[in-house]
């Protein structure tokens, strides 16, 4: 195999890693403050994908595709809200017990109930926005737009999310409530309204990919399913609750997807991750950049 | 007391009177077992529950079968998965009481619904399941009206030797359907003595990203790309092979149907164009009265050309009522002995279902012809044919360089 072959499929699982990482700092994200993993987060990538394509469909006309992304963002950060506000956050109140449990129920009843909504309100077929840009290359690889759009997009809000979470108060009240749940109430913070707010921008992150990858992966019922599945994958393989972790390990499974399918076979696509989760699982149990709890 | 027993007596023989009539004229039910939600084709499924839906509004129209009974279907989604699938035959006939199901459309659904059908007892029609196995195995109650692989596979074997291809690639998803085309291609290029090169990759039907796949198939230069993806996987083969540059440069061919229906354009734009693909009707052809009927009422209805699917879902429903007025038996296996014993009229000529070698088991085979859009948002009734040469409109185009 010639190098130039070779370096468009590392290129190739290298962008699409990127895009997965969106996904999976969402999840890491709302696993750091709250403590409790999300399973309907497909689920909001898939709405995010609806919003995007409904909105260029019938208001905004399908060359404002960077208007939507945002306004996209935003419904589902209020969906986020409310669902938190209402069915999250009364297991953080009153002592629950058995709180991981409840949260399980909990994601996995919102994943089947926002599946069957979008088959009732949108209807079983996919649909597809037009392409947000023309064709081009990044180095050695020809790229559709969208993908280009979408590595772009998710570049720009990781350094958002970033500055978000290193430069401001709030981003230091979450990186608090990460740390240590009581002793940021001793600081005077509400964790209840910053778990909200959390949730929020987490599913908003999910959203986001899902509207950025609208045109090249489809918009339909089951579209999230495949990014938690990977999402996943990455926050074990880079470490839970690390957002560099979810970088990294995007990139990680991305790469190691495209030379799998390639140089084995593709019709284990979706082993070839797994196969590097166990194995860091065997000799790095906290994955790359996740810590040990420190207990006294 | 000897008066309270008489009054009930009679009470009960009135009733018992008055139900025997009402029990004559239940309707037969019918159930349409078909993709109606992901990850299922579910546009193929909405098809196939119309044109079952007109048939039996034909059917009640015309006074019913059997003296009188009305059709009754009962739809139910298998959602293009074998365990749906088999939950749903079991639905439809133990607590519908069916006396047919019509409407399978995936393979790898209807080898498993059809192996419950033969443990129940009750025919299963095979609307749009091609796999070559599923009448191979010569089960009872199984009954096809749609093409066969290797019936596809000669055929498009016969294309590249006609049109003198020499490196043919398949891209090909991890169903029934995608890896028996697969198998049977390989089987028949030596068969046949295709003299083309062949290239076969099966991806996993749940992956959405095959830019890897389609550099590969790129890099390997063919001159003819087989997309054997069904439902989303086949319009993420397409978007994605025109986004590396495969296509259009070089001519896609698409295994099935799909471009036929309405949102091709709508989810593929341009990037649609010069694709050529399988169909097993046009509008060109010359019908049946009955299905010519068909072809007008669903004009009226619907303001747009049938598409096969519902076309022969409309079929095999119509045919069923024939088998029951034939059977004069509402009884799955009278029905069975009907279809046997009868020739019925379907949409395209006589339907007979004989139990021939290998795969020809209660089968019957519909044409296959091959047509090609040339333009954006180009109308199917407007694509041209181009193969085969017999009924030919048109010779395959090439796109013009990008």
Do not use: C
Request: charged share 15%; net charge positive.
């Amino acid at each position: 195999m010639d190098a130039y072959l070779l370096s468009q499929y590392v290129l190739s699982g290298l962008v699409i890693g990127l895009i997965y990482s969106l996904m999976a700092i969402g999840i890491t994200f709302i696993y750091g403050i709250m403590k409790m993993i999300n399973w309907s987060m497909g689920e909001f990538y898939m709405i995010g994908s609806y919003v995007q394509y409904a909105l260029l469909a019938t208001v905004l006309g399908w060359d404002l595709w960077y208007l939507a992304l945002p306004l996209a963002m935003a419904s589902v950060f209020l969906l986020g809200i409310v669902v938190q506000r209402f069915l999250l956050r009364p297991m953080y109140l009153g002592g629950i017990e058995r709180r991981d449990e409840y949260a399980t129920i909990i994601t996995i009843a919102l994943m089947v109930l926002f599946r069957n909504l979008a088959i009732v309100l949108g209807g079983p077929n996919q649909f597809s926005p037009k392409d947000y840009a023309r064709a081009t290359s990044l180095l050695t690889l020809p790229i559709s737009g969208n993908r280009m759009v979408a590595l772009v997009g998710t570049v720009v809000l990781l350094l958002l999310f970033y500055v978000l979470t290193r430069k401001t108060w709030l981003g230091r009240a979450f990186r608090g409530a990460a740390q240590n749940r009581v002793g940021i109430q001793t600081a005077g913070v509400d964790v209840l309204r910053l778990d909200m707010l959390a949730f929020g921008v987490g599913v908003a992150l999910a959203a986001a990919a899902g509207a950025l990858l609208a045109p090249a992966f489809l918009v339909y019922p089951e579209n999230g399913a495949i990014s938690t599945f990977k999402g996943f994958e990455i926050i074990v393989i880079g470490g839970l609750g690390s957002l560099m972790g979810s970088v990294v390990g995007g990139l990680l499974l991305g790469l190691i997807e495209a030379l799998g399918s390639v140089f084995l076979s593709p019709g284990y696509k979706d082993l070839y991750g797994f196969v590097l989760l166990l194995g860091l699982l065997a000799f790095r149990p906290t994955g790359l950049f996740g810590e040990r709890e420190r207990t006294v | 007391m000897l008066n309270a027993l008489r009054t009930f007596l009679l009470a009960a023989v009135a009733a018992a009177t008055l139900a025997v009539p009402a029990f004559a004229q239940a309707p037969i039910k019918i159930g349409v077992l078909t993709p109606l939600s992901p990850p299922g084709d579910a546009a193929a499924g909405q098809f196939i529950v119309r044109g079952a839906k007109m048939a039996a509004e034909e059917i009640n129209g015309q006074g019913g079968v059997l003296g009188g009974r009305k059709i009754e279907l009962i739809v139910e989604d298998d959602a293009g998965t074998p365990e749906k699938g088999a939950a749903g035959l079991r639905k439809l006939v133990s607590q519908d009481h069916v006396v047919a199901v019509v409407g399978q459309f995936h393979s790898s659904v209807t080898e498993a619904v059809q192996d419950l059908a033969e443990q129940l007892k009750v025919p299963v029609f095979l609307t749009q399941a091609s796999a070559k196995k599923l009448t191979e195995k010569h089960l009872t109650y199984t009954f096809r009206t749609h093409v066969i692989d290797p019936d596809r596979v000669t055929l498009w074997n016969k294309w590249i030797q006609q049109q003198g291809f020499k490196r043919v690639a398949i891209l090909a998803e991890n169903t029934d359907y995608g890896v028996g085309l697969v198998e049977e291609t390989k089987k028949q290029f030596a068969s046949m003595n295709v003299k083309a090169e062949l290239k076969t990759i099966i991806f996993d039907r749940a992956v959405v990203d095959l830019t890897p796949q389609l550099l590969e198939i790129k890099n390997w230069k063919p001159d003819l790309f087989i997309n054997v993806g069904i439902g989303t996987p086949m319009y993420l083969i397409s978007k994605q092979a025109y986004d590396v540059g495969l296509i259009p440069a070089t001519p896609m061919l698409i295994s099935y149907d799909a471009p036929a229906r309405p949102e091709y354009w709508k989810n593929l734009g341009e990037k649609g164009t010069y694709a050529t693909f399988i169909v097993y009707y046009h509008p060109t052809m010359k019908l049946t009265p009955r299905g010519e009927a068909f072809r007008t009422r669903y004009l009226e209805q619907f303001k747009e050309q049938p598409v096969y699917g519902g076309l022969n879902a409309y079929a095999q429903v119509m045919l069923l009522a024939d088998a029951i007025n034939a059977a004069k038996s509402d009884k799955p296996d009278d029905i069975v002995k009907a279809l046997l014993g009868t020739k019925f009229t379907g949409w395209n000529g006589t339907v007979a279902f004989t139990r021939g070698d290998g795969p020809y088991w209660q089968q019957w085979t519909p044409p296959m012809l091959f047509l090609q859009y040339t333009k954006p948002e180009q109308p199917f009734t407007e694509a041209k044919i181009v193969y085969p040469p017999e009924l030919k409109t048109g010779d395959l185009m090439m796109a013009p360089k990008r």
